[in-house]
């Protein structure tokens, strides 16, 4: 099993930025891709950024040119770089891997973005 660690979430003014970060433990030879995806009060679950083991990158069009997803792994760990925060970019942000045809959850992190 994969187990994820998120952190970094908060508030935040419309404008400012967060890193968030999600560390995995367990049998992370089972992951093939890392991603972070948010879920918003009464929306669905969406995709925020992926990464793949081979650095492939991909974006929702909504965070496209403010948000950055990377990855460090000497320490199993994924970050999401979040920039130019919007109000509709609060929601609750959740880790996630994937591997052995399985996904893996976060608990998820809330990030709040008001004035």
């Known amino acids: 099993q994969v187990q994820l660690v998120e952190s970094g979430g908060g508030l935040v003014q419309p404008g400012g930025s967060l890193r968030l970060s999600c560390k995995a433990s367990?049998?992370?030879?089972?992951?093939?891709?890392m991603g972070w995806y948010r879920q918003a009060p009464g929306k669905e679950r969406e995709l925020v950024a992926t990464?793949?083991?081979?650095?492939?990158?991909n974006y929702a069009v909504s965070v496209t040119g403010r948000f950055t997803i990377s990855r460090d792994n000497a320490k199993n760990t994924v970050y999401l770089q979040m920039n130019n925060l919007k109000p509709e970019d609060t929601a609750v942000y959740y880790c996630?891997?994937?591997?052995?045809?399985?996904?893996?959850w976060g608990k998820g992190t809330q990030v709040t973005v008001s004035a």
């Open positions: 996630n891997a994937f591997g052995g045809w399985t996904n893996y």
């Open positions: 990464i793949t083991s081979g650095d492939i990158t």
């Open positions: 367990g049998n992370i030879f089972r992951i093939n891709s």
